[in-house]
């Protein structure tokens, strides 16, 4: 729709402003000039109001456009007079988007129309859309003028895909034959969402469209019943007004006759009699429904307002007369139109913003089918609040889907459930993806998780891989069954070695104990008392002080345990050398000194390692369980330690390997020879095991060294003597001991 006046001046002519007078003489030649175009309430269509507003825009020519969309008009260094009275698509964008966020449909088909208006709207709509992670699965082109061949591609890539929401940002001329072609394909099942410029057409909304267009849902510029319009519209005569625009071909199409003053139009119709009255109840009469009429009504006002205040301005009083209409020019018009500012008869601010568009109002439409007719139900709006925030408002139980009163779902993948990631699929968009297993030690606990959340360092992920649970401590304790049996084996040595001490005291006048050097086995069996007992100390959770004894407590003990057995190897060496001359004689003193100089050195080795880098507990998490273990500090410490009761453990092994053969008839140096083997033996398999045991066991594996070594000692040492004490008496004399008595009495 264009108002634009003309003023054609015949040759010969002189035309002069408003309010010049006529020349006295009579002369004729001269006309009252007609003041310019001011603005012009144009156009329709995107693509049209671009040509135009590019045209008149180096003019200053002020143009309103009444159903101009395109977010491209907006930009003022293009098109910087051209203002409009319906909302720009790039508020439609936003809306669009907001109700794709509101329904949580993902993964949706678009058809665009091959014009500025259908490329710019989609093009924001997607931009719009991506930041709230919406994909894209296709987008169809369509325009009224394309052959059948593209209609049919659109159609076989909507039958295709297995979107079940599309939005189609299109004018109803250029999607209609799609949606005919749609229906005839019987496409159902699909909910539409459609642009303002196609969701209140007419000439779709019937019931054979409704089969697969039903539920349909969009936004449409806001309805407004004009006040005065339909006495006006009721009042149309070409016998009134005969002059009257578009009168004669509204005549006709009403009534069906054309009148006898417009004798021009459509030749093939009847001559009017005169008495015809038009059909009060036709839809043209129905003003309750319009939308594209109102932002007519809004641009015509703004325009009005604009001249108005150029005529009457408000400096002094209301009523001064500042300008006349001869002197309005289309730059003053656009000023004011920049300016504009009031409020219609429906309580309506309007007024254009910098980039000369309104705030953004939308009612929220949904196609019904009430009585066989379609019905346009309003279900909510779309405006921007006081604050300039937009407001989305939905009555969602107004709603009818196209799969009833159930929200339509659009989604590529199902949501991923709890325990279980999303994982992109190559090729494929965001939207579509896997569910993956979280990990071990992450979980989700909601679904549809992009990422796995890791469990806190304490805890470990359950088995469905929905939450976090403690981890379960791992520690040797009394009550569990490997700990009771090592503690009782522990038990057990150590009451045997009380028991061989308790046999020693009994027969400590016997000649057997009285040759076997009470002291030294005396002291001997002391440290394997507490070599039996050490092995406590290695179980139940390890502190600070558990951690520095139970080390401390092994070296000390073992070493002055091999200590007295390297000081009874020297008593069986020199006892059978004392009577070769100048043998160096091996008294009490100094197998004491032998036994604690060697037991000195390694009080000092733990010294040095507890004031150093002493032992203490640590955690260390291994999947589902922490294990409380003793860090040694030092493992150079704790390994010379060790090396050091190898050392002394090794000089017992060669002098008892070289005295194997004294005249003995209990020769004490082949009962040390084997308890060193196994001593040796134990400890040499103990570094591997020990290195390479797992948790708890680490911890197992050097209480099952300590009491194997233990009970080798006292078995291999004790075991033959008191054998001889308890069941062979008659053996234990001088004789037997010195070896004089012959084998065979033996």
């Known amino acids: 729709m264009s108002f634009l006046t003309q003023q054609f001046v015949s040759p010969g002519l002189t035309c002069v402003p408003f309010g010049g007078l006529s020349d006295p003489n009579g002369d004729n030649s001269t006309v009252q000039c007609q003041p310019p175009v001011s603005a012009l309430i144009a156009e329709s269509g995107s693509s049209q109001s671009m040509a135009l507003a590019g045209t008149f825009g180096p003019f200053n020519l002020p143009m309103v456009s009444y159903f101009s969309t395109c977010a491209c008009l907006s930009d003022k260094s293009k098109y910087p007079t051209f203002f409009r009275t319906i909302p720009s698509d790039f508020h439609q964008a936003k809306a669009l988007a907001f109700l794709v966020k509101r329904f949580g449909w993902e993964w949706i088909g678009t058809l665009q129309s091959d014009n500025d208006y259908g490329r710019n709207g989609l093009s924001a709509f997607m931009s719009e859309v991506k930041k709230l992670g919406v994909c894209i699965a296709f987008t169809g082109t369509v325009l009224r003028t394309y052959p059948q061949s593209k209609i049919l591609e659109v159609v076989d890539m909507i039958k295709m895909s297995t979107v079940k929401v599309i939005l189609a940002f299109v004018p109803e001329g250029d999607l209609y034959p799609v949606m005919k072609e749609i229906v005839r394909q019987n496409i159902t099942g699909i909910q539409w969402i459609a642009s303002e410029a196609w969701i209140t057409a007419a000439r779709p909304s019937t019931a054979e469209m409704f089969k697969s267009f039903g ?3 969009g936004f449409s510029v806001r309805k407004m019943a004009i006040p005065k319009l339909q006495n006006f519209l009721t009042n149309i005569s070409p016998y009134s007004n005969p002059g009257a625009a578009f009168v004669g071909r509204f005549w006709e199409t009403l009534v069906g006759c054309k009148p006898f003053h417009h004798l021009s139009v459509s030749s093939n119709i009847p001559v009017c009699r005169g008495d015809e009255t038009p ?8 003003v309750t429904q319009l939308r594209v009429s109102y932002n007519v009504y809004k641009a015509v006002y703004t325009i009005a307002h604009a001249i108005h205040q150029l005529i009457f301005c408000n400096w002094n009083s209301p009523r001064e007369k500042c300008l006349n209409a001869s002197q309005i020019n289309p730059n003053l018009v656009t000023s004011q139109l920049r300016q504009v500012k009031f409020v219609d008869e429906f309580g309506e601010t309007v007024f254009f913003d910098k980039n000369g568009d309104l705030p953004p109002s939308y009612d929220i439409i949904n196609w019904q089918l009430r009585q066989g007719e379609v019905q346009h139900v309003t279900v909510g709006y779309f405006s921007t609040s006081a604050e300039a925030a937009y407001e989305l408002v939905i009555r969602e ?3 009818r889907w196209s799969t009833g009163r159930v929200v339509p779902q659009a989604v590529c993948s199902e949501l991923c459930p709890t325990g279980t990631r999303r994982a992109p699929i190559k090729g494929r968009p965001s ?10 030690g992450t979980i989700t606990n909601q679904t ?13 992920s359950n088995e469905e891989r929905s939450r976090c649970i403690l981890k379960y401590i791992e520690v040797l304790s009394f009550t569990e069954t490997l700990g009771i049996i090592l503690m009782a ?21 016997t000649p057997l104990v009285r040759a076997n050097n009470a002291e030294l086995s005396a002291l001997l069996l002391f440290s394997l008392f507490l070599c039996f007992l050490c092995p406590l100390t290695f179980i139940a959770q390890p502190t600070a002080w558990s951690c520095m004894l139970r080390h401390t407590a092994f070296a000390v003990t073992f070493a002055l345990c091999i200590s007295c057995v390297l000081g009874k190897t020297l008593v069986v060496i020199t006892a059978f050398r004392a009577t070769l001359p100048g043998a160096t004689k091996f008294g009490p003193v100094q197998q004491r000194v032998i036994v604690y100089s060697c037991t000195v050195v390694q009080v000092f080795i733990c010294i040095l390692w507890l004031t150093i880098t002493p032992p203490y507990p640590q955690k260390r998490h291994n999947n589902r369980k ?7 500090g030092s493992d150079t410490a704790f390994y010379a330690v060790l090396g050091y009761i190898g050392f002394l453990a090794g000089i017992c092994l060669v002098l008892a390997f070289l005295a194997r053969k004294l005249p003995d008839n209990f020769n004490e140096a082949k009962f040390i020879t084997f308890s060193m083997l196994v001593f040796c033996a134990v400890w040499i398999t103990f570094i591997p ?12 594996v050097e209480i099952f060294a300590i009491l194997s070594s233990a009970f080798g000692l006292l078995v291999c040492i004790f075991a033959p003597k008191c054998y001889i004490i308890i069941f062979h008496s008659e053996k234990n004399t001088r004789q037997h001991v010195m070896g004089k008595v012959p084998k065979t009495a033996l």
């Open 626 to 632: 922490i294990i409380v273990e003793c860090n040694t």
């Open 489 to 509: 084996v522990s038990l057990v040595g150590a009451s045997l070695t009380l028991s061989t001490a308790a046999v020693f005291l009994l027969f400590r006048h």
């Open 215 to 217: 539920g349909t849902i």
């Open 397 to 399: 139980d107004d709603i």
């Open 689 to 700: 095991a020990y290195v390479s045991s797992p948790g708890k066991y680490t911890v197992a």
């Open 279 to 286: 059909d009060l109840t036709s839809v043209f009469f129905n």
């Open 431 to 440: 939207c579509c993806f896997d569910c993956v297993p979280c990990a071990d």
């Open 448 to 460: 549809g998780a992009l990422d796995c959340t890791p469990c806190p360092e304490e805890y470990w």
